[in-house]
C-alpha cells in the first residue's frame, strides 16, 4: 500500500515499507547479509545485465539501505536516492559521477572544510580542476563556466557565515547553461527542498541531523530526475558514452525504462561498485530510526535555536550574532525564500575578548559537548580559531568569516531553560 501524501511527517514514517513481506515486522529488519540466492543462471544473467532488478551484493545494495534511500528521496522529492558510507563519500561521488580528468566544476567558497580539501587536493590530485566563487554574487557562476564544465556545487546554509545559498538563482544559470547543481542540504533538512528550487543533486551527510543521535557515520545523494543529461550529450560523457566496464552501455539509454534516474544508477552501477563506500545495513538502520523522527527534532532544533539567537543578541560580552532569522538585506531575503520551517539550529556569536574569552567560554561549558560535530540532539560548540581554523592565519580566519572570539553553536533539543542556563554562566566566565 503506498500512503499519498506530501507531508514529511508522514513520509519518513511510511515512505518505500509497509511491511516485511517475509516475516509481517512493521520496523524495517536490518539485513545483514553480504549476498544474495540466485533463482537460476538465467536470473543471476539478467541481474547482472540490469534487465530485471533484485539484490546482488551488499556493496551495490541492500534492501534496509533501499529504504533509508527511498524515504529520503520522497522527502526531498526526488525520483530515487542512494545510501553512502559518509558525508564526504557522497559528495566524492555525487562530482565524480560527472566530472572526469580534465574537466571542471565550480563551487562555492561557503562550504565545510573537509569539502574544501577533497575538492582543493584530493580533486585536484586526480585532474578534476574545482573553481571556487564567491555566492553573494550568483553570476559567479557564469563567469566560471565553459564546455568543460560538469556541474555547481554548494551548501544550502554553510557555516561559520549562516548565509543561505542563492539556490533557484544559481539553478537557473546552471539549466540555461547545461549544468546542474549539486546541492548540500546537510543543515537543512526538513527546512529546505534544493530540488523544490531547482537543484539537480542532493547530497547529505546522515551523520548530522537525519540520524540525529550521534551514533553512525553515513551520507546520501538523491537524484532529482530534473534534469536532460541527454540534451547535452557532449557535456556529459559519462552519462551520455558507451561504458566499456558495462557491456558498453550507455547509461541515459539503459536505464530509460526505469525513469529519469540515470545519473543515480550510474553513481550505484559504476561509482559504488568501484570505489566500494558502502553504508554498513546496521548504520542504515540507525539512520531510519532518525528519519522517523526528524520532523519533531528539526521543530524543537530551529524553536530552540531561534531562542538562544534572541537570548545572545542582547548579552553584553557578546558583540554580534550571527544567525539567518536576524539577518538583514538580501542576506535574510535569501534566508526567508528558501528556509520555510525555521532558521536551522546552527547559532554563531562574537565574543568581545578575542581569543581568550572564546577559549574561556568553551572551558566553562557544563552541558554543551565540546567537538566538532553538528546536528545531534545535544547542544554542541566548538571555538574554530583554536580547532577547526587554527592552521589559518588570522587575516585568513578573518576572510572565512572565523574571527579569533568566534563561537558556533549547534542547538540541541534539551530544554530551553538548561541551554540558556549554561549559555549564561559560561559567558560569565568568558
Ligand atoms: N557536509 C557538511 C555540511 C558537513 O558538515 C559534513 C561534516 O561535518 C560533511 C558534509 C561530511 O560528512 P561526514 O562527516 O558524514 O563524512
Not at 553512502?84 to 580528468?101: E, K, Y
Not at 580566519?397 to 533539543?413: D, E, H, N
Amino acid at each position: 500500500m503506498t500512503i499519498e501524501t506530501q507531508h514529511p511527517e508522514t513520509l519518513v514514517l511510511h515512505a518505500g515499507f509497509r511491511c516485511d513481506e517475509a516475516t509481517k515486522a512493521v520496523a524495517v529488519p536490518i539485513y545483514q547479509t553480504t549476498s544474495y540466492q540466485f533463482d537460476s543462471t538465467e536470473h543471476a544473467e539478467n541481474l547482472f545485465a540490469l534487465k530485471e532488478r533484485g539484490n546482488i551484493y551488499t556493496r551495490i545494495m541492500n534492501p534496509t539501505l533501499d529504504v533509508l534511500a527511498t524515504r529520503v528521496a520522497a522527502l526531498e522529492g526526488g525520483v530515487a536516492a542512494l545510501a553512502v558510507a559518509s558525508g564526504q563519500a557522497a559528495s566524492t561521488l555525487a562530482v565524480l559521477n560527472l566530472c572526469r580528468a580534465g574537466d571542471n566544476f565550480v563551487s562555492s567558497t561557503d562550504l565545510y572544510g573537509g569539502t574544501w580539501n577533497l575538492f582543493n587536493n584530493t580533486l585536484r590530485d586526480l585532474g578534476i580542476e574545482v573553481r571556487f566563487v564567491d555566492p553573494s554574487d550568483p553570476e559567479n557562476f557564469r563567469r566560471a563556466t565553459d564546455a568543460k564544465t560538469r556541474c555547481y556545487y554548494a551548501e544550502t546554509l554553510p557555516n561559520p557565515k549562516l548565509h543561505v545559498f542563492p539556490i533557484k538563482e544559481v539553478a537557473d544559470i546552471g539549466r540555461a547553461l547545461g549544468v546542474p547543481l549539486i546541492m548540500d542540504n546537510t543543515a537543512c533538512p526538513i527546512i529546505c527542498r534544493p530540488l523544490d528550487h531547482g537543484a539537480a543533486v542532493v547530497v547529505y551527510s546522515t551523520t548530522k541531523y537525519i540520524g540525529g543521535h550521534g551514533t553512525s557515520i553515513g551520507g546520501l545523494i538523491v537524484d532529482g530526475g530534473n534534469f536532460d543529461w541527454a540534451a547535452h550529450k557532449e557535456r556529459f560523457p559519462t552519462l551520455n558514452e558507451p561504458d566499456p566496464s558495462y557491456h558498453g552501455a550507455v547509461w541515459t539509454e539503459a536505464v530509460k525504462p526505469m525513469g529519469p534516474v540515470a545519473y543515480i544508477v550510474r553513481t550505484r552501477a559504476v561509482l559504488l561498485r568501484d570505489l566500494g563506500a558502502a553504508m554498513s545495513p546496521f548504520n542504515g538502520f540507525q539512520f531510519i530510526q532518525g528519519l522517523e523522527t526528524l520532523p519533531l527534532r528539526m521543530r524543537a532544533h530551529c524553536e530552540n535555536a531561534a531562542k538562544v539567537a534572541d537570548f545572545l543578541k542582547t548579552h553584553a560580552k557578546v558583540t554580534h550574532v550571527i544567525f539567518p532569522g536576524l539577518q538583514s538585506g538580501e542576506v535574510k531575503r535569501r534566508a526567508d525564500a528558501y528556509l520555510k520551517r525555521g532558521y536551522g539550529a546552527l547559532v554563531g556569536f562574537e565574543l568581545k575578548g578575542g581569543r581568550d574569552a572564546g577559549r574561556r567560554f568553551i572551558d566553562a561549558l557544563k552541558m554543551f559537548y565540546h567537538v566538532a560535530n553538528i546536528g545531534d540532539a545535544r547542544s554542541l560548540a566548538i571555538h574554530p580559531a583554536t580547532t577547526t581554523h587554527s592552521q589559518l592565519s588570522e587575516k585568513e580566519q578573518t576572510a572565512t568569516g572565523v574571527s579569533p572570539g568566534y563561537v558556533r553553536l549547534s542547538i540541541g533539543i534539551e530544554h530551553i531553560d538548561d541551554i540558556l542556563a549554561d549559555l549564561r554562566q559560561a559567558l560569565e566566565s568568558a
